[in-house]
């Protein structure tokens, strides 16, 4: 697929940076975005490329007091959104969006839906709430709650909430691969796992799945809050953690003896491991991840992959959400049984944490893990990279040189 110029389309935008403000664009406006469409088959087998779609549609305009409008840059491609390409969350996700969507609609179907949780650009207008904060010009970056729609396009709006100014040492590719990454791992670590700055230091620390976006954020952030920091990843990556990120010890994860002499030693434990992609049940992966705890320590066990959207993708909110709370009350008494904590962690907007996060990036404590770079045009390549595994860090898309109005010609 190519994307060629289209004359007739003309922006309702002045550009950003000139000698005036730019116009809060008009609903005549359009912009380039790829999207999944609900009619394709949801069933894995079904190739990435067939499920996304460049379309040209009418520019998001602000519709909260606290949202901000955003010329997309760069953005990234997560695990979350080749999931969610397949109908990942679906139920979850679109009862969200329509619980907190202020447009009015008939129904709560999203679809054709745009992707993309993470983003770095200029602000084209703010709501009122937040106007004082973000003029149009500011270069920020930031991260779009799964609910909404996504920074896959050329404009995008978002919470304010989710929002910071770019730290001005990183360019925006860089600063495009951290926020999703950084808050989920956030609230994972601090949130979830009730760990700070303060109370960090000395601790041991198993990162399971570490050369992810989460995990290669997280082990910098624990590292720079003094704990000992181990991961696991597959083979190859061994030398990439140990070198680049200088954990204390990487390991095979497929190398059972010496994942076996890891159990027992930890006083807290961070799965980064994607099980959609495996049978192994709920129960079995909270079981093997609480074994590398001290026993009897109050030591915690965090998961990022929690089975609540799972759950109600296969069995609606209702049993879902019954089924969900049962798994709940199960762990619980699963991690009291050695005096120890398992806890389920989620992407979490926090304003906070992630001015705190930028300040990190600005003084260098921490640096961006980019793994590739991918023109807007070619965006499909990059999902199709993410889902063959091996990437360190994240998969970056450039949207910015996609800087004329164009439309879709199929080969």
């Known amino acids: 697929m190519i994307l060629i110029r289209r004359n007739n389309i003309v922006s309702a935008l002045r550009t950003v940076g000139g000698a005036g403000r730019p116009t809060v664009p008009t609903r005549a406006a359009s912009m380039l975005a790829w999207k999944i469409s609900d009619s394709l088959d949801n069933s894995s087998n079904v190739d990435i490329r067939n499920k996304l779609k460049c379309m ?15 010329k997309v840059h760069s953005t990234s491609v997560n695990p979350l959104d080749v ?24 129904t709560n179907d999203r679809y054709p839906l745009t992707l993309g949780r993470d983003f770095s650009g200029e602000i084209v207008a703010a709501g009122p709430n937040c106007s004082d904060a973000y003029k149009p010009g500011d270069l920020v970056f930031g991260a779009v709650e799964p609910q909404r ?24 590719q860089e600063a495009a691969s951290i926020p999703f990454v950084a808050l989920t791992a956030y609230s994972a670590l601090s949130s979830f796992g009730g760990l700070t700055e303060r109370n960090c230091t000395g601790k041991n620390a198993l990162v399971l799945g570490g050369s992810g976006g989460v995990g290669t954020f997280a082990i910098q952030l624990l590292k720079f809050w003094g704990a000992n920091v181990i991961a696991t990843c597959s083979e190859e990556k061994i030398d990439y953690l140990e070198n680049t990120l200088f954990v ?12 076996n002499t890891l159990k027992g030693r930890f006083d807290f434990v961070l799965d980064c491991g994607d099980y959609e992609k495996t049978d192994k049940q709920h129960q079995e992966v909270v079981s093997e991840g609480t074994h590398y705890l001290k026993p009897y320590s109050k030591s915690v ?4 992959s929690p089975p609540i959207l799972r759950n109600t993708d296969k069995n609606g909110i209702v049993l879902g959400g019954a089924e969900t709370a ?10 009291l049984k050695s005096f120890n904590s398992a806890r389920w962690a989620v992407f979490l907007p926090n304003k906070q944490a992630l001015d705190y996060i930028t300040g990190l990036y600005a003084e260098q404590a921490l640096t961006p893990q980019v793994h590739s770079v991918h023109p807007f045009d070619c965006i499909q390549k990059a999902y199709e990279e993410l889902q063959g595994g091996s990437v360190r860090g994240k998969i970056i898309v450039d949207v910015a040189k996609q800087d004329e109005r164009t439309t879709r010609k199929e080969p």
């Open 248 to 259: 204390e010890r990487a390991i095979d994860y497929n190398d059972l003896s010496q994942m």
């Open 301 to 304: 066990y965090v998961t990022l």
């Open 149 to 172: 729609s996504g920074a896959h396009a050329e404009y995008v709006t978002v919470s304010s909430n989710c929002v910071a100014r770019k730290p001005e040492n990183l360019t925006h």
């Open 56 to 70: 040209e549609v009418r520019m998001p305009t602000i519709s909260s007091p606290s949202d901000v409008l955003v």
């Open 326 to 335: 049962v798994l709940a009350f199960q762990d619980t008494l699963l991690s």
């Open 83 to 106: 999931r969610m390409c397949y109908g990942y969350g679906r139920r979850v996700l679109d009862l969200l969006d329509w619980a907190t969507n202020p447009e009015v609609r008939i």
